[in-house]
């Protein structure tokens, strides 16, 4: 069979809405440098590092991450961040080097379009065994200069903030 003239059909494409299109303001080269709290008796610990987000056709970010984590050690992360239309909600997942909970993130755009809010469940760090809810706050303060404010559900109904990094885009 002559199969030189058989053609494929297209790729389907899904259409790229502006929510899709917000998301390309993470495109590009980061540095960053954060301070986290596992422990309220001590002082925060610092770390810094780098990020390299890539686009996947508009509608997917893809963030990798390097970092000297405090007390010592490297640690690689990978977040995905897109939009579902029939949710009407931004999706994704963020893995790290340095655990083995894949960690589902779900949530939105406040009405500036500055501030991404991304609910999400984990290993409660207060209580060994147990899960907890968190939620990462990454605000544009520029479109040069993000921040990330993580935080975590405490027993007493609050939300708790434990880390914060600040991002650069390098020049």
């Known amino acids: 069979m002559d199969t030189s003239s058989t053609q494929r059909e297209p790729a389907m494409k899904t259409q790229v809405l502006k929510e899709h299109r917000w998301l390309q303001k993470f495109v590009g080269e980061w540095t960053f440098e954060g301070e986290m709290t596992m ?12 990020e390299s987000v890539r686009s996947l056709d508009g509608l997917w970010i893809v963030a990798e991450g390097q970092s ?17 239309p029939q ?15 894949l960690w589902l993130y779900d949530g939105a755009l406040d009405a500036t379009e500055r501030v991404l809010t991304l609910e999400t469940e984990g290993p409660n760090m207060t209580a ?11 605000e544009f303060k520029t479109d040069d200069h993000r921040a ?5 559900l405490g027993d007493d ?14 020049k």
């Open 157 to 170: 109904g609050r939300w708790h903030s434990f880390m914060t990094i600040n991002f650069r885009r390098k």
């Open 128 to 138: 060994e065994g147990t899960m907890a809810k968190f939620k990462d706050v990454t």
């Open 148 to 152: 990330l404010t993580s935080h975590m």
């Open 87 to 101: 949710k009407k909600r931004y999706v994704g997942t963020f893995i790290m080097s340095m655990e083995t909970h």
């Open 39 to 50: 422990d309220p008796s001590k002082p925060p610990e610092k770390f810094k590092g780098t």
């Open 68 to 84: 000297e984590m405090p007390g010592g050690g490297a640690a690689t992360m990978l977040t995905t961040l897109g939009y579902d």
